[in-house]
């Protein structure tokens, strides 16, 4: 049987990995095969990709997307790519954003370079919610146009806008998605989920930005992997594609939730100074993935996040190192 040979980038990653687990995994097509390449940096876990590390039909190669050298050949033995990769915290971004530059921007413009160099067959740019900026109601359609507020969703608006730009100036098939804020295991603890259900676990204070009733719209990864599936074989060239979860909830009533799961209280609850730009509200207007792909998301938020927990309660060895770095979440900010 031919494979489709698929390059993911970031795959090391929270999302990119559970991508590959999934693609990989009994479930998955038994047509593709996969690359990794991934630079390893804090939010990578080699662990993540145990499940796979055997399969024939994997292969992992650390690097950087920034280096042509090791793009180039790459790219040239891959049919497709899917693009994961990324410096991903909006906090960080606000200490130093030249990395979120570099990595997102640069890049991507490097990986998008080879794809048209070499002929990609398709090339799948896995951006944001956050493009859009901050909405008090309604949904942003995939029509509406960028309004970041952050370095982190700056760097993702352009190198999403100069993906479709290589649709549009040089027909490469180009397919972006934009989705919501991604829970699930396997996410370094940094950001919120993660990083108040690490703390909690420890039996330490939450900091939670600001009054707590910033919303985000909360997408179970396997709804994520799955959309992104949707897009990847069923997606048209040139198209942004809006991925989201279903369930709004503003920080307040997540951390109530997280709380009330790990068996804590509000005196473990630290209010702490807002985040410089901190978006009120996101949310996408998801009809377009459903209506074209078939989209829908499927996981229980309940359910997605009891799972969850649990799974940072069984597997402490995978984040318990990450809270003693000296730039790790111990010392660190909350984040969405
Ligand atoms: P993550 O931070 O968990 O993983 C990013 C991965 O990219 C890591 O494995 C890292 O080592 C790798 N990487 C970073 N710089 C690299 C470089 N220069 N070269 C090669 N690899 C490099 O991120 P994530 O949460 O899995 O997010 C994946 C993608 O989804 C990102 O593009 C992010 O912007 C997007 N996204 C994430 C969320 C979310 O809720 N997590 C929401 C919307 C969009």
Redesign the pocket.
């Known amino acids: 049987m031919s494979q489709t040979r698929i390059l993911v ?2 795959g ?5 990995s559970h991508y590959v687990r999934t693609l990989l995994g009994p479930l998955g097509p038994d047509d593709v095969s996969v690359t990794v ?5 804090y ?2 876990n080699r662990a993540s990709l145990d499940e796979v590390a055997d399969s024939p039909r994997f292969r992992l190669v650390v ?4 280096d042509p050298d090791v793009v180039g050949p790459l790219i040239a033995e891959h049919d497709q790519v899917v693009h ?6 909006v906090d960080r971004s606000l200490s130093s954003s030249a990395e979120f530059v570099r ?1 997102n921007v640069m ?1 991507t413009q490097v990986l998008l370079d080879a794809a048209l160099q070499h002929g990609i067959g398709t090339f799948v740019h ?5 493009v859009y900026g901050s909405i008090s109601t309604g949904s942003c359609s995939e029509e509406q146009s960028v309004n970041p507020n952050s370095p982190y969703a700056a760097s ?1 608006a352009a190198s999403d806008l100069l993906a479709l730009v290589y649709h549009r100036s040089h027909d490469l098939d180009v397919r972006v998605t934009r ?4 829970y699930g295991h396997h ?2 603890p940094e ?1 919120i989920i993660p990083l108040f259900v690490s703390l909690l676990l420890q039996g330490r204070k939450v900091p939670l930005y600001g009054d707590g009733m910033n919303v985000r719209d909360w997408l179970h990864i396997d709804d994520h992997v799955r959309g992104i599936e949707l897009v990847r074989t069923r997606g048209r060239a040139g198209e942004i594609y809006n991925i989201g979860g279903g369930t709004e909830l503003d920080n307040r009533r997540l951390t109530e939730r997280l709380l009330e799961a790990c068996g804590a209280s509000w005196d473990q609850v630290e209010y702490v100074t807002d985040r410089k730009g901190h978006d009120r509200r996101y949310s996408v207007d998801w009809s377009k993935a459903h209506t074209e792909l078939g989209y829908k998301p499927q996981k229980d938020f309940t359910e997605g996040l009891a799972e969850t927990v649990a799974w940072y309660r069984d597997n402490r060895d995978w984040w318990e190192p990450a809270t003693t770095e000296a730039d790790g979440p111990a010392t660190g900010t909350p984040a969405c």
């Not at 390449?37 to 940096?41: E, G, I, M, R």
């Not at 690097?63 to 920034?66: A, H, L």
């Not at 989705?179 to 991604?182: A, D, I, Y």
């Open positions: 980038t970031g090391a990653g929270f999302i990119g390449l991934d630079a390893f940096t939010a990578a690097g950087d997307i920034c994961f990769a990324a410096e991903s915290h990595t890049g896995v951006s944001t919610d956050e993702k989705c919501s804020n991604n996410q370094y950001k």
